[in-house]
């Protein structure tokens, strides 16, 4: 009961906060805390295991199921610097002024605080980056963050807590585990992906398929930990894989998956805020520090500490690029990218579940809790409303990757249309049964004629549409079938990126639902 009062609550003050030009993260979050502080509320609380098996799995799903790999691969650098770099320096730096200013905390367990802390949640920055339309490129760096450090952060947590209760990991070689974790993960997750894939091309449902689609981050993540690898990076790699196969997939599977995994973003983010929020009395009161003067002077300290080291990094990786210039042209990013990237390191739901996964055994645990809530929510709170002033100060806009984002939708129509044209040259020599020849020459007249624009087909996409209602139900699907198949052709090829393939697949799918319905 209370679960589900603290989900529709969440929505619904997330509904007025979009309504009313809000960030919604914000409002759950200061509402959700003061919530948290009328008499008699009882705490709610959710097992650390279960927030990260059941709610950080299909986040992570859905944001790699809409991702590109070839993208993810081709920012490898900077995603590699931020999702792993940044989380070990973080770890580190966090750690160690932790253990110099907070009372009573020794290094090993203030490594343990520099661990909870280090993931940034990139859930509120990239919808305000979402929002504010951010560079492509931009975006997906700060994706590919989201969908590695916490693989990263959740690894360090692993050691450091069984430095402190004895417990033997896998192993104890902090580069071996993070390797076998990280290959091994992925292995699982690519394995599942694969796998679904071919049930699913089998099943011939788009009810059953999307049902299934569900249950994948679930069994990824918990398949992988079951042999102790990362099953973040396995529900990330199913992801990936099962996005790049879509283009197989029935267009009823494709709309019905997408609305589906919308839904469901919405639905956990919102609660994830919400359930934040609504520890903030709960967190405080099992802390009973000596001197309450000094907690909250070494909490700024750690706050600040995650606020600025971040920004610190970004500094030494800009500066490198800048001294080096080693990197090819394509590769370097402008400083405004480095200073957006800089200012975006919310904490989240990760830093919240392996807080209160640590052990009862580790010493100064309340105070570890009540630190990583400090962060998390100071993080929330500060950077979050000045987030989207710097984006707006800064003025990012890159003309370059306009005008190929444009020319790469122009190729995408141009191999689309040349698709049906070939499908139309086919049916008109070997004609369907039931196809008069009077609608072979209107369909010959229509699109294959000599000198037809194809801007103009382009431009009158309704009475195209309005005309190919007059053909069989077979003729138009199997001129369907043929576009999709040229364009993933042409993105295996290297001729068009995914994000490209993606948006006029979304076209076609459109189409034929309304040209079906």
């Known amino acids: 009961m209370q679960l589900l009062l603290v989900v529709v609550g969440a929505i619904a ?29 009882p705490r709610f609380e959710l097992e650390p295991e279960l927030i990260l098996s059941v709610v950080l799995p299909p986040l ?22 931020l999702g792993v770099g940044m ?10 002024i932790g253990w110099w200013i907070v009372p009573g905390l020794a290094l090993v367990p203030a490594l343990i605080l520099g661990a909870v802390v280090a993931p940034p949640d990139a859930v509120a920055g990239l919808a305000v980056g979402r929002e504010l339309g951010l560079p492509k490129r931009l975006m997906a760096i700060l994706t590919g963050e989201s969908l590695v450090n916490d693989a990263a952060a959740l690894t360090i947590f692993t050691l450091t807590v069984a430095a402190v209760t004895g417990d033997h990991t896998l192993f104890d070689n902090a580069v071996l585990l993070f390797t076998y974790s990280a290959v091994v993960g992925s292995i699982v997750g690519f394995v599942l992906g694969w796998i679904v894939h071919w049930i699913r091309m089998r099943i011939q449902d788009s009810g059953l398929e999307t049902t299934l689609g569900l249950v994948v981050p679930f069994a990824a993540y918990l398949l992988a930990e079951e042999v102790h690898a990362s ?66 002077l070494a909490a700024v300290g750690i706050l600040l500490t995650v606020l600025v080291v971040r920004p610190l990094w970004m500094a030494v990786v800009y500066g490198r ?20 990237i800089s200012w975006m390191g919310m904490r989240g739901v990760v830093t919240l579940a392996a807080a209160a996964g640590v052990p009862e055994s580790v010493p100064e645990r309340d105070t570890i809790q ?55 040259i086919d049916v008109y020599n070997q004609p369907h049964p039931g196809i008069s ?7 010959k007249a229509r699109y294959i004629a000599a000198g037809q624009a194809r801007r103009a087909m382009d431009d009158d996409m309704d009475s195209r549409v309005q005309s190919l209602r007059e053909l069989t139900v077979s003729v138009r699907r199997s001129m369907l079938a043929a576009q999709r198949r040229a364009l993933a052709k042409a993105r295996d090829d290297g001729e068009l990126d995914d994000e490209t393939v993606r948006r006029e697949l979304d076209r076609l799918d459109y189409e034929e639902a309304a040209a079906f319905s």
Not at 13 to 41: E, N, Y
Not at 62 to 69: E, G, Q
């Open 370 to 424: 009540a630190l990583a809530f400090v962060v998390a929510v100071g993080t929330l709170l500060i950077q979050g409303p000045t987030l989207p002033l710097l984006i707006r100060k800064l003025d990012i806009s890159a003309p370059q990757e306009e005008a190929e984002e444009e020319a790469a939708n122009q190729k995408a129509r141009e191999v689309s249309m040349n698709a049906v044209k070939q499908a139309m």
């Open 231 to 296: 099953g973040v990076l396995a529900v990330v790699m199913a992801g990936f894989v099962l996005g790049h196969k879509n283009t197989e997939a029935g267009f009823a599977t494709r709309l019905q998956a997408r609305q589906v995994w919308s839904t469901l973003d919405v639905l956990l983010e919102a609660f994830v805020f919400a359930y934040m929020g609504l520890q903030c009395r709960f967190v405080f009161a099992d802390l009973h520090p000596e001197n309450w003067e000094k907690f909250a």
């Open 321 to 340: 690029q800048w001294l080096t210039r080693k990197l090819r042209r394509r590769e370097q990013l402008p400083w405004k990218y480095f200073a957006v």
């Open 437 to 443: 020849p009077e609608m072979l020459e209107k369909l």
């Open 87 to 96: 989380v070990v320096v973080s770890t580190m730096v966090t750690g160690v």
């Open 13 to 41: 003050v997330t509904a007025i906060a979009h309504r009313r030009g809000m960030q919604p993260s914000l409002v759950v979050v200061v509402l959700a805390a003061a919530v948290s502080f009328i008499p008699g509320l």
């Open 60 to 81: 992570l799903y859905s944001a790699a199921l809409n991702f590109s790999f070839p993208t993810f691969t081709r920012n490898l650098r900077p995603i590699l610097a």
